[in-house]
């Protein structure tokens, strides 16, 4: 995998898993319009020879015809998931819908001759040079032509928006407002995570504010490729701070959080020459982790949005804070502590530790890697 000029070194977990998932959904939803589409003009027209290419006499051959426009939409879907988000990245949002949109439109078409020719020449058993110039002339009627421009330009428009969407949040949050899951506030037990940019003010005196955003955009990069690899649910972006949070309820969510910090770790090592080369200055993180009860929720007017709060949300955000106070990279409550199997990690108690915001003293640990 690439990113901002450089190769880096990950194993595709949680991300990959999320991108098949993608490109499968993504691939059927193609397909149940193409052969929707299909079927509504082969009971309209009866087999209209001008509408139809194919000549459907079996329930066969429409299942060979399905299989086959589910593995070019297949293969579309993965242009459009893998290539062309890269191909797009720099791109303002409405040049990338259009670039993206043509390119899946020019795809279809080529893909479409494919399709055709593969079942006359599977199934009809004829000679391939006849049909291509029966079939070209069907297809480039100015009628038709422009009725099949339009038709795969709404629908990849409306795929291509609805994954825009879908990715603003992390995976599955956008479900969960689509489906209204915290219209009403809902409390569930969390372990959320505060990590940002150690020195940050010094170094972003040292870049100045273009150099310095485009230093906070990598280093962000890896931190959320590391929460997102391990089931971290993002919750939002504050200038360097990256806050996220898991489910304790799902299998190994501790765990996860845990490994999170590893790759973390990893990730930035790993591409230390990078930041030197074009940064002069390599990044490192610090980390507060709280487990405790959240309130989760949707607000907003025009802008919506699912958000967290109670005093989980603050302790974690203070916990980060006294990584600095303390001296130490991360630091975890007692909560969080007590439900982990902390058995290959090494952590020192603190001993109760006064919290800028909190009443009473709070028994930390801090962790080494």
Not at 57 to 72: C, D, K, Q
Not at 263 to 278: A, G, I, M, P, S
Not at 327 to 354: E, P, Y
């Amino acid at each position: 995998m690439k990113a901002f000029g450089h190769h880096i070194v990950l194993k595709l977990g949680a991300i990959s898993r999320y991108r098949i998932k993608l490109m499968l959904m993504t691939g059927l939803f193609w397909t149940i319009v193409d052969t929707g589409v299909y079927l509504y003009k082969f009971f309209r027209d009866h087999m209209d020879e001008a509408e139809q290419p194919f000549d459907i006499h079996t329930s066969a051959v429409l299942l060979l015809r399905t299989g086959l426009v589910f593995l070019i939409c297949l293969t579309m879907a993965y242009l459009l998931i893998y290539q062309l988000k890269h191909l797009v990245r720099n791109l303002p949002l409405w040049l990338s819908l259009l670039v993206k949109c043509v390119l899946l439109v020019i795809a279809a078409f080529l893909l479409n001759y494919i399709l055709h020719f593969t079942y006359i020449w599977l199934i009809e058993k004829e000679p391939l040079n006849t049909e291509l110039g029966h079939h070209y002339y069907k297809t480039f009627q100015f009628g038709l032509f422009v009725s099949q421009w339009v038709r795969w330009l709404i629908t990849f428009l409306v795929t291509i928006l609805f994954i825009e969407v879908n990715e603003k949040y992390s995976p599955g949050v956008f479900f969960d407002i689509l489906a209204g899951r915290y219209l009403t506030p809902k409390i569930e037990t969390r372990t959320v995570i505060f990590v940002d940019l150690v020195d940050s003010t010094s170094i972003a005196e040292q870049l100045g504010h273009k150099k310095y955003f485009r230093f906070i955009r990598d280093f962000i990069y890896f931190i959320s490729i590391a929460l997102l690899e391990n089931d971290g649910q993002i919750y939002q972006y504050v200038g360097d701070e990256v806050v996220a949070s898991w489910t304790v309820k799902k299998q190994n969510a501790n765990r996860k959080c845990l490994l999170a910090l590893l790759e973390c770790k990893r990730l930035l090592q790993r591409n230390k020459n990078y930041f030197k080369r074009q940064y002069g200055v390599v990044p490192e993180f610090r980390a507060g982790i709280h487990t405790g009860e959240v309130t989760i929720g949707e607000i907003g007017v025009i802008k919506k949005d699912l958000a967290m709060s109670g005093d989980t949300m603050n302790t974690a955000a203070r916990l980060r804070s006294a990584t600095s106070e303390l001296n130490q990279q991360v630091i975890t409550s007692k909560a969080f502590v007590s439900q982990t199997n902390l058995k290959n990690w090494q952590s020192v108690n603190l001993g109760l530790v006064d919290l800028k915001g909190k009443e009473s003293a709070m028994e930390l640990y801090a962790l080494k890697f």
